[in-house]
């Protein structure tokens, strides 16, 4: 008996003694957890700053422009995520400006008729060798506006920033800093690219396509730049998904320093792109269907970028007879790409 009383006591004791130990190191682990996910919680509510703002059923959207993929729907402005309250509220504001645009548009249309139509002249080899016409100015607010600038920073994929400014003697700056830095999100495997895009368009959100440039052979820029290689896209988006990200490329070179120079690019060197990827199948731009024009910068270079825009036009050269520079695949009737 004497001998069993201790093994009853200690027995009796330790449940006791090892409930009370586990329950203290629950609350501490408990406690921590707590801890961080306040710490959790912060860092989330400080991460919302850099949120894409809501826009309006017929305004501008801030999308990335090196892929063209506004949303999921394709349409510049859509939110999914815009209530109806704020659909009515935005109504009047979107009928006074749309309105603005379509009597603008009937007013111009109205001053223009006449039987010689340009475009049916032009169509019929009206236009001069060395013809040159302009058709972007930036010596104006409302015609810088036209352009929207986009980084992997507003889409919190990267640290790189850019903005698109005025000079003093009327042409655009377009200058930043990229930063080829990657966020540690485990989504995010490259950053480091900026960019500035072409959202002219007609009143309820009609596209502007370029027709009018198709009897002209060249691109037509003056610039000033930096040294580094920037990108023209021209974005040909269709009604089909799988063409949203549709453009064609071309590097523009920039030779740096305090000159000007005058670049002219022939439409049959603009090569086919998806969402900025080089395709297999390339065929010639189309501009009947090209609705807007890019400038990218993603040379994968840490460091400011500076590129200065004066102009931007056609330009046309009747002894370039090249249709396209690159070479094409006679693919069979059944492929992957229809008929």
């Known amino acids: 008996m004497i001998s069993t009383f201790p093994l009853r006591f200690l027995v009796s004791r330790v449940p006791v003694t090892s409930s009370c130990l586990f329950s203290n190191e629950a609350t501490s682990s408990n406690s921590l957890a707590d801890k961080k ?13 850099l949120e894409k703002a809501k826009v309006g059923i017929f305004g501008s959207s801030t999308v990335p422009i090196n892929t063209n993929f506004p949303n999921p729907k394709g349409v510049v402005g859509y939110d999914p995520d815009f209530s109806a309250k704020e659909l009515l509220a935005e109504l009047p504001k979107t009928r006074r400006t749309q309105g603005a645009l379509l009597a603008g548009e009937l007013k111009e249309a109205f001053q223009n008729i006449s039987i010689e ?11 001069r060798h060395n013809e040159a016409r302009v058709e972007y100015r ?14 992997d920073s507003d ?12 000079s003093d003697h009327g042409s655009a700056i377009f200058s930043g800093n990229i930063s080829t830095r990657v966020l540690k999100d485990g989504r995010v495997e490259r ?5 500035m895009k072409l959202e002219d368009r007609k009143s309820f959100n009609r596209k502007k396509f370029f027709s009018k440039w198709r009897n002209f052979s060249h691109l037509l820029l003056k610039v000033r730049g930096d ?8 974005h040909s988006p269709l009604s089909m998904d799988f063409t949203w990200g549709d453009s064609f ?4 070179h920039t030779h740096g320093g305090p000159y000007w120079q005058y670049e002219r690019i022939p439409f049959s060197k603009f090569f086919h792109t998806v969402a900025g990827r080089i395709q297999d199948r390339q065929y010639r731009v189309n501009l009947e269907d090209t609705s807007s024009l890019g400038i990218v910068l993603m040379d994968r270079i840490d460091g400011d970028f500076r590129l200065e825009i004066d102009y931007i036009g056609v330009y046309n050269d009747t002894t370039h007879v090249e249709d396209f520079a ?8 059944f492929n992957t790409h229809g008929f």
Request: with cysteine; charged share 25%; hydrophobic share 30%.
């Open 155 to 166: 889409w919190k994929e990267g640290f790189s920033k850019c903005t698109l400014t005025n």
């Open 37 to 49: 996910n306040d710490e959790i919680q912060k860092a989330s509510g400080k991460s919302k700053v």
């Open 117 to 127: 139509k340009p475009e049916l002249l032009e169509d019929i080899g009206f236009v």
């Open 191 to 195: 950053a480091g690219w900026a960019s």
């Open 138 to 151: 930036f010596d104006t607010q409302e015609r810088l506006d036209l352009w929207k600038t986009g980084c």
């Open 326 to 333: 690159y070479e094409t695949y006679t693919l069979p009737v």
């Open 227 to 234: 040294g580094r290689s920037y990108k023209l896209m021209l």
């Open 249 to 252: 490329s071309h590097p523009l």
